[in-house]
Nanobody
Framework: QLQAYGGGLVQAGGSLRLSCAASGPTFSGYAMGWFRQAPGKEREFVSVISWIGTNTYYADSVKGRFTTSRENAKNTVYLQMNSLKPEDTGIYYC????????????????WGQGTQVTVSS
């Protein structure tokens, strides 16, 4: 099971840190990704981090502003979001996949429950 939390309401230019706690087999050995879904839009890829944390990849829309990291000892992955924009508003989901390429393509084995992020202008 994956549970994302840490969302909230923030003004444009502000920061939030999302966390995703995993339990059971839904973390060990998996690449971990973040996705988001804005109202009326399809879910889109945001970021992914490899199992050992050495490789990361970001969507162009968040590159330079968002940073993903993980603490395997705590079965937790993070998404630090800085310089937030109103277009970053949406429900953010964490996900686990077999590798980074698969996650980027949306081939996910486990989805977590989302957390709402709202950025006001």
């Amino acid at each position: 099971q994956l549970q994302a939390y840490g969302g909230g309401l923030v003004q444009a230019g502000g920061s939030l840190r999302l966390s995703c706690a995993a339990s059971g087999p839904t973390f060990s050995g998996y690449a971990m990704g973040w996705f988001r879904q804005a109202p009326g839009k399809e879910r889109e890829f945001v970021s992914v981090i490899s199992w050992i944390g050495t490789n990361t990849y970001y969507a162009d829309s968040v590159k330079g502003r968002f940073t993903t990291s993980r603490e395997n000892a705590k079965n937790t992955v993070y998404l630090q979001m800085n310089s937030l924009k109103p277009e970053d508003t949406g429900i953010y989901y964490c996900a686990a996949g077999t590798n980074g390429v698969a996650v980027r393509a949306g081939t996910v084995r486990y989805w977590g429950q989302g957390t709402q992020v709202t950025v006001s202008s």
